[in-house]
């Protein structure tokens, strides 16, 4: 058995494991994240990771309908069931559509939720793309209509997980694709070729205005007006200059329906006290997926714009349409979890060194004083100080080892001459420095 | 569109969706647990859950091979690619073992983790069976030896855990797979038959002495030896008392061996201070996995003895012999979350009743005190009171209708007498009991 081939106990491509310190950083990002979203009244919905094919292609949306994995039993039993009709979700959009689809009935609406979960794509492994990945999702939906202050509280919320999880200065760009498509159309572009104008306007800051600009042409507009607007769209504004301008565009119906929207999001946040430099109105945002249909969001860290953004959403005017004639008004943010992280600790902006929970590692010096040192742990976990016990019989300069290997902050030894005296050392494992403690206050004095 | 074949739009049998009420127990009982495996030092580990075929196949578990999703893209692009090298996970234990056999050398050992997520098996689906279920797992991991006190620490882990819950009194039943094999040899059993026998006696609880007997039987025991086995084992003894018998009970080689073990455990929890009654030894317990070969753990609700373990384990001498030669003998324990939760719901053990995590509703009676409400909510969350505010323009009715649908414990009220007067009204909605607070101090006043 023992002669396992090694390269079949490497990770698939696309299937990371996250070891211990990346796990514990992720679970930082995560308890940030859970928290925001409870507090704000988001309740957990959780949709299976596994559905049937039909209800995730109904809305086909081409490129992804190419990703999606199908179950099959490896090893069926004889006369075993029905695994052609299982599948992998690829997003928790989907499953919430039908669950909304499917409960309308009991619901009370607008209805909070949000989902923490594991989703898949197939897409081909390359650096950094995962196959599986962990996405952090809320929304409110609403039943005939639903408040344009549910999008500011979404950006309320980025901006207060945000600034929680302090990662240096950050910007919610904030745009209304009816407001878009107005100043699309208002320099030539046509209804037809709206999705694919909006796509390649989506790509602007990622392709450059030349290319952007061509496939503007492409797609139908005159050189000189898709030039314009690229000047246009991108150019920096505060908020509320940007609403002073839109008022005076002249825009049409559907883009002044736009405008009141956008007009409402950002009354919301300035009631809501979100600080005016979190966010700001950025006329390029487009979000690439076609069902989005008024507000979008995406989330920059003003020091690491080459992050992407870290955070995104956006309105969907009817977001159960494949499932049902009733109209359900949606609009939600997503954080892909797991691409953050790793940028993240690839720009050094979170750390991932640490592998234990743990804030000390009481060592076990004396075999005989064992007790003791249970005793000490239990305190310790009592008063809500993770602590990790070496339960080896082995060398105090191994257990020592044992903790710098891991890096604990803390170790907490007592040798025969500390029992001696009624005292526990507290040693800094970084800086070398000791204290001394008093076993029965130990937890007291450790804070 | 909308015509989607309703029946399509149901759960797939075993992969249930938890609505808010069922999720956010969900989550209760998962921060319990994620707080003493985190207090313990039990560091995450997060596998991916999807795995090569041949790694969860590797150790051939008979009735799991049949079980195993292969994955497969439903529509693959031309030229895609390596899919049938894809299946899920059916347990964390193969991951883990997997991620040993390939980081040993940077790992610090005893190699404490945890393991949170979801598990696949295609079983027949049946009530109360799942086929996707969130599992909860801890191990420690030695490289050549592991203390015995780390079996005590698992049995702790769970004590702490349960005592939290507060599901009422329970037990740890504690055995060691070498003392029960020593006693069936004693009683006759043969070493070839090992597998089948303990196998037996592991379903006593569930089948009853005569069908058990009938195995026992049919596996070479003569009929009055395996009737005074099955008198003996499940007899209710205190830990001491089992001890004392065993250590005059005359056992072999073996069976001694794992009597200093069960011995070393019983001290550890004592010194642990774990109270006595929360554990006892159980020599009828044997746990069906054959993988096990020394402690082997049960945990019974000892008002609710139908519900079954809620968290078992035990200890394993080469945890990855699979796929190394080296020797990595583990502890663990797995708690199945999913299981767990929909039979302490069903016994009205766990209530899933408030569908939202929110403490309060904000109502917003006066559309022209939209900033004031606001800012209540925001205050309320900033104090960590979770709050959900009501942003749909609707009459107060309507709102209070909401609110009780949802079950939230309090409403906060402010209609126009209450902002001349300058005050917050505070609704309990169960009661309907009020409570005046001033919006300056509101949560302060609130807690």
Redo the contacts between chains.
């Keep these: ?2 002669d ?3 390269r ?5 491509s696309g ?6 310190a ?3 950083a ?2 930082r990002l995560l308890a940030v994240i859970r928290k925001h979203f ?18 995730l ?2 809305k086909n949306e081409g490129e992804i ?13 004889e006369g ?2 029905d ?1 052609k ?4 979700r690829f997003d928790h959009t989907v ?1 919430r559509a ?2 909304i ?3 309308a009935r009991k619901l ?3 209805f ?2 949000s989902a923490i ?2 989703v ?1 794509r ?1 897409e ?2 390359k650096e950094g793309r995962y ?2 990945f962990l996405q952090a999702d809320i929304d409110a939906v ?1 039943h005939g ?3 344009p ?2 999008d500011a ?1 979404m950006v309320a919320i980025i901006a207060g997980i945000f600034a929680e999880l302090d990662f240096g200065p950050f910007t919610v760009r904030i745009n209304n694709r009816k407001v878009l498509a107005a100043l699309i159309r208002h320099m030539g572009g046509t209804e037809d070729a709206m999705p694919e104008l909006m796509r390649a306007i989506d790509r602007l800051e990622k392709a450059g205005k030349e290319k952007v600009a061509l496939a503007l042409v492409a797609h139908g507009m005159q050189q000189e007006r898709a030039r314009e607007l690229l000047d246009f769209l991108p150019a920096k504004r505060s908020a509320e200059e940007s609403l002073t301008f839109l008022e005076s565009a002249g825009l049409d119906a559907e883009g002044s329906e736009g405008l009141g929207e956008l007009t409402e999001v950002i009354r ?1 946040l300035e ?3 979100v600080p005016p430099e979190r966010y700001t109105i950025d006329l390029s945002i487009a979000r690439g997926l076609s069902y989005y249909t008024g507000s979008v969001f995406e989330t920059q860290l003003d020091e690491h714009p080459d992050l992407g953004s870290v955070a995104s959403g956006g309105r969907y005017a009817h977001l159960a ?5 009733e109209s359900y008004p949606g609009v939600g943010i997503s954080i892909g979890v797991s691409r953050l992280l790793a940028r993240l600790i690839k720009a050094g902006i979170m750390e991932a060194k640490a ?4 804030q000390v ?1 009481v060592t076990t010096a004396e075999r005989d004083h ?2 003791e040192y ?2 000490y742990a ?1 305190e310790l ?1 009592t008063a ?1 100080i ?4 070496y ?3 082995k060398p105090f300069d191994k257990q020592l080892a ?1 903790a710098d ?2 890096g604990f902050p803390f170790a907490l030894i007592a040798m025969k001459e500390h029992f001696d005296r009624g005292i526990v050392i507290l040693r800094n494992l970084s800086s070398g420095e000791q204290q001394e403690l008093s076993p029965a206050a130990l937890a007291k004095e450790f804070k």
Tied chains: 1, 2.
């Design positions: 058995m023992s396992f081939p090694k079949l106990l490497e990770d698939v299937f990371p494991t996250l070891g211990p990346e796990a514990i992720e679970e409870e507090a704000a009244g988001y309740a957990p919905l959780e949709t299976p990771l596994v559905e049937r094919p039909e209800v292609t109904a309908a190419s990703q999606i994995y199908g179950l099959r039993l490896l090893n069926p039993e075993a069931s695994e009709d299982l599948a992998l499953p039908r669950y689809a499917t409960h009370a609406f607008p909070r939720r979960g594991k898949f197939g081909r492994a196959r599986e609403g209509a639903l408040s202050l549910h509280e919301g009631a809501m006290g349409s494949a499932y049902t004639k592998e234990t929970p743990a590692l064992l007790a249970l005793n239990k976990r809500g993770a602590c990790e016990i339960l080896e019989e044992f290997k891991k």
